[in-house]
């Protein structure tokens, strides 16, 4: 099985993500993680990436889709957490699975308005070690100890994208460029609407449905 999530920034793809790959036994590539895991590495693109990534913007389709063929060439099963982010890089994924003979399964539109997404970006951290997701404006995903990761016992960090004037950006990004992805999943017939206003809980709930009514 392979599917994508797409989502505004901080609608809680990465943390479906996450549950979703506990659930199927999936593997999780997030386009968002694997660039900033390039910035840490100090690689020759660190600048431009982080200066890009702080200003809203999307990284270009050449880089994406090489970092995408090279996660994807020896593996299935995959969530796609982030990727694709425009209409150009929804085609060369379709040209690279039809080239390995795999395919989509499910496409998972997370909404949310943009006020509900902008609260949670701003109370958001996570941690360095597990990658847990918390947020101090959601009782349901607040760590026991303010800034502290419940399993790892280590300092939780924020992302430096997540501030309200980088979300505007990214916000403006995502109505510009990866809203019409929508519709091109649509016309597949493989789109699904989730509500994701509603708790992690929920929302996931919702997910699973959809998937496990499909298998019986
Ligand atoms: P995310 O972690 O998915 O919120 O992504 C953080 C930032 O990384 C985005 O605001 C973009 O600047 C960049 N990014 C992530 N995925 C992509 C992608 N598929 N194409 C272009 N830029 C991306």
Known sequence: MNIILI?????????QAGLLCNKYNLNHISTGDLLRNAIESGSELSKELTKQMNDGKLISDNIIIQMIEEEIKDKDQFIYDGFPRNINQAKLLDDLLRDLNKKI???FYL????????????GRSSCPSCGHIYNDK??????????????CNIALFKRLDDNEETFNKRFETYINETAPIIEYYRDKNILYEI???????????NIERIIDNDKN
């Open 195 to 205: 509500d994701s206003s509603k708790s992690k809980e929920d929302i996931f709930l």
């Open 105 to 107: 399964d499910y496409v």
């Open 7 to 15: 989502a505004p920034p901080a609608a809680g793809k990465g943390t």
């Open 138 to 151: 959601l009782e349901s995903m607040m760590p026991k100890k303010a800034g502290i990761c419940d399993d």
């Open 111 to 122: 909404k949310i308005d943009k006020e509900v997404a902008l609260n949670r970006v701003i």
